[in-house]
């Protein structure tokens, strides 16, 4: 089957700091989404990318679509406090079927 | 916010017991997703629908059925609960129109087996 890698794990963000991240799988994807998800909630959608070599941004995001269509990256600027929660990645098959990375897991540097 | 009610929100139950939980959407969208999500592990699809009456399995299926009668709901059923199925359920929607795969997740299920 498909392997789909979301690095890193984890790490600890202070406010100001840029955040970088990024996922690779061993298949071809025509989309790659990165979606949020706060404490108690379910993810979010923060940006869709269709396009390989596609760059795109939303506010402090920004996100990358490889241009092998095997990886994606997801950059945030100036990190601030409400920035914290696990990130997705979710590369898009043709069938529909959503799979989804083992997620980043923001936290503040205590 | 799309509008997917998961239900019920939190549930203990005992080893054994069947257990069903229930997605709910006002949107007409074609596709609905059912996922597990464990520490280290992510998120993690259990079945997917795309349309009334056809679902197929994802990557941990087993130990689970799902029905799609009515557009609007998707249940998944644990025939037998075991404490490995300790688990933040969570459901999805998403309209799949040629490439947009963009999926809406309801608020999650806790769901504990003791």
């Known amino acids: 089957g498909q392997q789909l890698n979301q690095s890193p794990q984890s790490m600890f963000i202070q406010e100001g700091e840029d955040v970088s991240m990024n996922c690779t799988s061993s298949?071809?994807?025509?989309?790659w989404l990165w979606y949020k998800q706060d404490p108690g909630e379910g993810p979010v959608l923060l940006i869709a990318l269709y396009k390989a070599g596609e760059l795109t941004s939303n506010g402090r995001l920004t996100a990358q679509f490889g241009i092998t269509r095997k990886d994606s990256f997801l950059n945030i600027s100036a990190s601030i406090p409400s920035d914290v929660g696990i990130y997705f990645c979710a590369p898009g098959g043709s069938q529909g079927n959503l799979i989804f990375g083992k997620g980043t897991k923001l936290s503040v540097k205590p | 916010d799309a509008g997917i009610t998961q239900s019920p929100r939190h549930k203990v139950t005992e080893t054994g017991t069947p257990v069903t939980l229930r997605c709910h959407q006002t949107?007409?969208?074609?596709?609905m997703y059912w996922y597990r999500q464990d520490p280290g592990h992510g998120l993690r699809l259990i079945h997917y629908?795309?349309?009334?009456?056809?679902?197929d399995k994802g990557e941990v299926s087993d130990g689970y059925s799902v029905s799609r009668s009515k557009t609007e709901d998707f249940l998944l059923t644990l025939e037998s609960a075991t404490s490995s199925q300790t688990s933040v359920y969570f459901c999805?929607?998403?309209?799949?129109?040629?490439?947009?795969?963009?999926?809406?997740f309801g608020q999650g299920t806790r769901l504990t087996v003791v």
């Open positions: 298949s071809i994807f025509n989309t």
């Open positions: 629908s795309y349309g009334v009456k056809d679902t």
């Open positions: 949107e007409n969208h074609r596709y």
């Open positions: 999805a929607i998403s309209e799949y129109l040629q490439m947009n795969t963009e999926a809406f």
